[in-house]
């Protein structure tokens, strides 16, 4: 037996996983992360070094349980969180906090502020310096601000494209390809990991296109639904596009090959635990009292009320954009007859019209009609949300077998790096594994086609109210 070694970084946990050649978990643990500190300006760090912290002790768990021979571990895949902004001073430590994807600096061209700064990176050149001390990184994680050519996949040799990011060359890493061995675990990382020293760490990509491979998404006929903080469809290319109007392009985790993400929802699926903590401490220990979580008991609840939740529609900005910060949620068309569950179920529907119209736009421009549609995330897992997509699409929706797609996609590259597999097709091929179909209903995907001629114009009507209410209320 060998087995793949699977770290996946996440916005809320750090969930790292030993698959089989098989693409099953033999061991594995997930340590959630700290909240995340938010300060006046949008700026939003993980705080204390708690990336590295809770990858140090998730691994630590994992190799405990694990009950194979350590030796037959053929290397470690790393996966970790986008659009993040890493300061690290020369021995590798952080300079000051990891910035979030939410915090508002990382929109913006790098500021040479902190004097202890030595280089800019993302959160996998940071981890992957940490596990190897090799100043090398993924070009697939390098999105957003970075000054990254996506048709030559390295860094711009256009000096003023270059130095639009304000920062020197010599602070960046060396670039490498999705499926490239970065080095190998130092002693010094095994000390504090519990990975053993010596095994070579694999580039993966970013966590939405590493979730991407790990559903299988390797062929055009294929598009991905992904519900996590950020709930985006994607579905992949060959070929750049140059200058998309509703879709942005980003790089897959298949070498040299795209992925186009529609526009999402942030903080998606956390609005969910939200109104669960909303729901309070008695609702969450009545459910357990009853054997359930408080996501099973509110599915219970949702799953008798009718498709469009008698009227209660929501919109998805609990988290602005920055460039539009009066932006909010709203819940509109409160009756007599709403309880949590027209809630609950409100929300579901909200982020499947949302992302409908969103993917629905994006494969228009594409010239796209996918014919299977996979819904991948700890969301999946609700027979209830799989229906109401399902409804929504009016199309066939199929579920990824396991919750932790990134820690599938992870391992694929680890597979193909150390020659387990021949190609990225193969190893999906041998360790993908789709779950349950769900087939729409005529009825409720009739009343979500009506219900949507309303809902797609909500943002644009409620967007002057919430302009004017901005300068009252503030963020």
Known sequence: MKYLFSIDGGSQSTKVSLFDLSGCIVAESHVPLKPTTIAPGCVV?????????????ASRKTMEAFTGDPKDILGVGLCTI????????????????????????????????????????TTSG???????????????????????????????????????????????????????????????????SGIPAGIPVIATANDKAVEALGTGLVHEDTAVFSLGTYITSMVTGQNNVANPSSFWVNLACVPKHYLFESTGVRRGMWMLSWFISVLGEEFIRQAKDLGLSAEQRLEQEAIKV?????????????LAPTDHPHRKGMMLGFD??????????????????????????????????????????????????????????????????????????????????????????????????????FSPDAKNAAQYDKMNTVYKTLPACIDEPLRSAFPIFGI
């Not at 986008?82 to 300079?95: E, N, Q, V, Y």
């Not at 399902?390 to 919750?403: F, G, I, K, T, W």
């Not at 992870?410 to 179909?437: K, L, P, W």
């Open 45 to 57: 760090e993980h705080p204390d070094d708690d990336l590295w912290d809770t990858l140090c002790t």
């Open 306 to 318: 009718t498709a469009g939740s008698d009227g209660l529609m929501c919109v998805l900005d609990w």
């Open 82 to 121: 986008r659009f993040c902004r890493c300061l690290l001073k020369a021995d590798g430590s952080l300079a000051q906090p990891v910035m979030s994807w939410m915090d508002a600096r990382v929109a913006l061209p790098y500021v040479h502020d902190n004097q202890e700064c030595r280089y800019v990176t």
């Open 336 to 437: 007599a007859r709403h309880t949590r569950a027209h809630i609950y179920r409100s929300l579901l529907e909200a982020i499947a019209l949302t992302m409908k119209n969103h993917y629905e736009t994006m494969i228009k421009e594409l010239n796209r009609q996918p014919e299977h549609i996979i819904i991948s995330g700890g969301g999946a897992q609700s027979n209830l949300f799989m229906q109401i997509f399902a409804d929504v699409l009016n199309h066939p929706v199929e579920r990824s077998m396991v919750a932790n797609a990134a820690g599938i996609g992870a391992a694929i590259c680890v597979a193909v790096a150390t020659g387990a597999y021949d190609s990225f097709e193969e190893a999906v091929n041998h360790m993908v594994h789709r779950g349950d179909q």
């Open 126 to 192: 940071y981890t992957s310096y940490r596990l190897t001390g090799k100043t090398v990184d993924t070009a697939a994680n390098n999105l957003g601000v970075w000054p990254l050519d996506l048709d030559s996949f390295d860094w711009y040799t256009d000096e003023e494209r270059f130095q639009s990011f304000h920062a020197p060359r010599d602070m960046l890493f060396s670039l490498v390809q999705p499926g490239t061995v970065i080095g190998t675990v130092t002693e010094k990382a095994s000390r504090e």
